[in-house]
């Protein structure tokens, strides 16, 4: 069975800092595109970053900078260390693998209000 969880989120000021985690298992992460996506109240999911099997990396325009994606492939882990935060980064994030096959965590909100 396949588990993609997603822990770390929370409310922070802004400007402050958060690292998300993503525990696979259920599948070979290593051979796994791994991405980060959100979804605020009311609006689509959306792309936010995203690593390669190779660890090459891409972001949003709107989190470049701020935002780093990372993968451990021995602990079978993918992290999003997300500084400058602000309140519109507020939303659900979710953990994304993907090869032949797609699968989604289940989310973790991340809140960014004074």
């Known amino acids: 069975q396949v588990q993609l969880v997603e822990s770390g989120g929370g409310l922070v000021q802004p400007g402050g800092s958060l690292r998300l985690s993503c525990a696979a298992s259920g599948i070979i992460f290593s051979t796994y595109a791994m991405g980060w996506y959100r979804q605020a109240p009311g609006k689509q999911r959306e792309f936010i970053a995203h690593i390669t099997i190779g660890s090459s990396t891409n972001y949003a325009d709107s989190v470049k900078g701020r935002f780093t994606i990372s993968r451990d492939n021995a602990k079978n882990t993918l992290w999003l260390q997300m500084n400058s935060l602000k309140p519109e980064d507020t939303a659900v994030y979710y953990c994304?693998?993907?090869?032949?096959?797609?699968?989604w965590g289940q989310g973790t909100q991340v809140t960014v209000s004074s």
């Open positions: 994304n693998a993907r090869n032949y096959d797609n699968y």
